[in-house]
């Protein structure tokens, strides 16, 4: 099992370009989530998919946008990059399971360079 | 809104010895979970521990052991014996229940490096 895989790993963007980071796992969970990393600021929720035809903003959507494609996938979109997205991303399933401390599983992380 | 703060951004210590990390958080439920993750250069993100809110028995992993104080909301990570494997960036996270409106959205710390002398 591959567990979490992303697309690609990295990329440069220039200014107003725009991509997709893909995201894909074969655990058979429900919920899957994007993050950030910016540098002394930790992981910060961008969307997440609590389960497969649904999704909803995390705490830094702006600029962003979302696709639970089935319940494998789940891509970041980037509709016209600026050079405050550059960071590293990071995508995490988890089961859906209530009331469990099942944990979220990551990706290895894409990191993205916009010029 | 729950808030975690990893207070100290870099920490050392030499192979063999004990290192504690901080963190503390903020919140107003009484049901959580909280997390202590890995991020080694190679950027993947390793599960080390979890501590379930309302289970007072601090959790322990092998070397890797926690101390929970849920009134002062704080939950620290002891690395016993540390390992030059153990060197890495370490992040502090809570989760509320997946029941409601959270879905298990972590709320992360900013992250404290670790330092493994030999």
């Known amino acids: 099992n591959a567990g979490v895989t992303q697309t690609p790993k990295f990329q440069v963007l220039k200014t107003g370009q725009s991509m997709t980071l893909q995201c894909a796992q074969d655990m058979n969970h429900n919920s899957m989530y994007w993050y950030r990393q910016d540098p002394g600021m930790g992981l910060r929720l961008i969307y997440y998919?609590?389960?497969?035809?649904?999704?909803d903003k995390g705490e830094v959507p702006n600029g962003y946008n979302v696709s639970r494609l089935n319940k494998r996938e789940f891509s970041l979109r980037l509709e016209s990059a600026a050079p405050s997205q550059t960071s590293v991303y990071f995508c995490?399933?988890?089961?859906?399971?209530?009331?469990?401390?099942?944990?979220?599983?990551f990706g290895p992380g894409t990191r993205l360079t916009v010029l | 809104a729950q808030t975690v703060t990893q207070s100290q951004p870099e920490m050392s210590v030499q192979e063999a010895e004990t290192v504690t990390l901080s963190c503390t958080y903020d919140?107003?439920?009484?049901?959580?979970?909280l997390f202590w993750y890995k991020q080694p250069p190679s950027r993947q993100m390793i599960l080390v521990i979890r501590q379930e809110a309302y289970k007072q028995q601090n959790a322990t992993e092998n070397r890797f052991s926690v101390n929970f104080q849920k009134a002062a909301k704080s939950f620290s990570l002891k690395i016993s014996d540390s390992q030059l494997g153990d060197a890495a960036m370490y992040f502090c996270?809570?989760?509320?229940?997946?029941?409601?409106?959270?879905?298990?959205?972590?709320?992360f710390g900013q992250g404290t490096i670790l330092t493994v002398h030999p």
């Open positions: 998919s609590a389960s497969e035809g649904t999704t």
């Open positions: 919140t107003s439920e009484s049901d959580y979970y």
């Open positions: 996270a809570y989760r509320t229940p997946a029941g409601g409106t959270s879905y298990g959205k972590l709320t």
């Open positions: 995490a399933a988890r089961t859906g399971a209530s009331y469990s401390y099942n944990e979220q599983f």
